[in-house]
């Protein structure tokens, strides 16, 4: 009976979704029920204990969105303002021609105004690393227009970098250098480690197809907690791959940075693991470290500049 109840009472959310035309949104409804371990199980991969409490996380986190996604006031698509155009020039995108493709993401400016973040999977074809060529970076006005395009000197992928991280959502990374220091950015954007607990955020990107425009879109919502108690057997487990969020993420490319509103600091960039769930993967080790190596290269090399005579 509570079965029957639940499956009503979603058909009623979606009918109504549907009339206020909010249909895309209501395919979060339908996203992959609590059956993380089953599909897991059924490739032939072990199951345990771990996966179940993630189908019971999944569960938690598609009641909220029904509790309160399915306002009008919760679609969470913020306009940008001319202080938001000043806070986040540093947000730019990445466009390449990879295996006969334009492939484009969100990419943000971190610690030196040339070197950038963005996904690892906007240099591949189909799960396989391709030769992307005429890579750059492209910083626009509140317009749309490119104000800069600048040309990418190497990225440095996780996938392809790190022995065995190919493929994985997790380590979904990649670390740009740009041929020269952008001069539209009027700061770069700070990364930090998230905590894991639920936060108040904004995310702000790009369209997946650049060629459709080019105005960076904002959008508000939630970044959920992964990690929970499980009260009968006192575990804690953190079995997916990235954190879950509520913000209208439609024509917002992977790579988008996802910033807690209440600290300004990035805390994660967006990704979709399917079409219907959104994703936000958190900086890791490889992360930080190659930052760092590139922040000291370019100390190094604006050290050299600077002491080298005129």
């Given at each position: 009976m509570k079965r029957h109840n639940l499956r009503s009472n979603l058909a009623s959310l979606l009918e109504a979704v549907?009339?206020?035309?909010?249909?895309?949104?209501?395919?979060?409804?339908?996203s992959q029920r609590a059956d993380a371990a089953t599909g897991l199980c059924a490739q032939g991969a072990p199951c345990h204990r771990g996966m179940l409490l993630e189908s019971q996380h999944v569960q938690r986190y598609e009641a909220a969105l029904q509790r309160g996604a399915f306002a009008a006031s919760a679609l969470h698509r913020a306009e940008m303002s001319d202080q938001d155009y000043s806070a986040f020039s540093g947000i730019g995108v990445i466009a390449c021609s990879v295996g006969g493709q334009t492939r484009s993401s969100t990419a943000f400016l971190v610690g030196a105004f040339d070197i950038g973040v963005t996904v690892a999977?906007?240099?591949?074809?189909?799960?396989?690393?391709?030769?992307?060529?005429?890579?750059?970076?492209n910083s626009t006005d509140s317009r749309g227009q490119i104000r800069e395009r600048i040309p990418i000197s190497y990225i440095k992928s996780q996938w392809?970098?790190?022995?065995?991280?190919?493929?994985?959502?997790?380590?979904?990374?990649?670390?740009?250098?740009?041929?020269h220091p952008s001069r539209y950015a009027q700061?770069?954007?700070?990364?930090?480690?998230?905590?894991?607990?639920?936060?108040?955020?904004?995310?702000?990107?790009?369209?997946?197809?650049i060629s459709a425009g080019t105005l960076k879109r904002k959008s508000r919502g939630t970044v959920y907690e992964r990690a929970f108690d499980d009260n009968a057997a006192g575990i804690r487990t953190a079995g997916l791959a990235g954190f879950m969020h509520d913000m209208d993420?439609?024509?917002?490319?992977?790579?988008?940075?996802v910033i807690?509103?209440?600290?300004?600091?990035?805390?994660?960039?967006?990704?979709?693991?399917?079409s219907t769930r959104n994703t936000m993967i958190t900086m890791n080790d490889w992360l930080e470290?190659?930052?760092?190596?590139e922040m000291q290269a370019h100390a190094q090399l604006q050290s050299e500049t600077e002491s080298t005579p005129n």
């Open positions: 549907a009339l206020a035309g909010t249909v895309a949104l209501a395919a979060l409804v339908v999977h906007t240099f591949e074809i189909d799960g396989v690393s391709a030769q992307a060529q005429d890579c750059a970076y392809n970098t790190e022995a065995g991280a190919a493929g994985e959502p997790a380590k979904d990374l990649a670390v740009v250098r740009l041929s700061r770069t954007m700070p990364l930090g480690r998230f905590t894991g607990d639920t936060a108040p955020a904004v995310m702000v990107g790009f369209r997946s197809d993420a439609r024509g917002i490319s992977a790579g988008a940075p807690d509103e209440r600290t300004g600091v990035i805390i994660g960039i967006h990704m979709r693991l399917s470290a190659t930052l760092r190596q």
